[in-house]
């Protein structure tokens, strides 16, 4: 199973910036497609960002032209490029493959947008 860790997060106010990046263990990341997974308290987890190995990608509607999700299968990282944070932009992140494989969850980054 792939291990991953992800990191980055971090309290940023309204139309900030964030950059998060996950580091997988396994050379066998760079044949999977990837994705940005983020979870609010008390809500579903739900994906944010998907990339394949060729490097195509697909987001959802609520961070679409805002974020970007891009991979360094030589590195083996997947990064996510938050621009102009909202505050319903709150919430832990997470990266696996896709679809998701349970056991290869970490423990996520918090990203908090609050002024």
């Known amino acids: 199973q792939v291990q991953l860790v992800e990191s980055g997060g971090g309290l940023v106010q309204p139309g900030g910036s964030l950059r998060l990046s996950c580091v997988g263990s396994?050379?066998?990341?760079?044949?999977?497609?990837m994705a940005w997974y983020r979870q609010a308290p008390g809500k579903q987890r739900l994906r944010v960002a998907t990339i394949t190995s060729r490097g195509e990608t697909t987001y959802s509607e609520s961070v679409k032209g805002r974020f970007t999700i891009s991979r360094d299968n030589a590195k083996i990282t997947v990064d996510l490029q938050m621009n102009s944070l909202k505050p319903e932009d709150t919430a832990v992140y997470y990266c696996?493959?896709?679809?998701?494989?349970?056991?290869?969850w970490g423990q996520g980054t918090q990203v908090t947008v609050s002024s």
């Open positions: 696996n493959v896709y679809p998701p494989h349970a056991p290869s």
């Open positions: 396994d050379s066998i990341f760079s044949d999977r497609t």
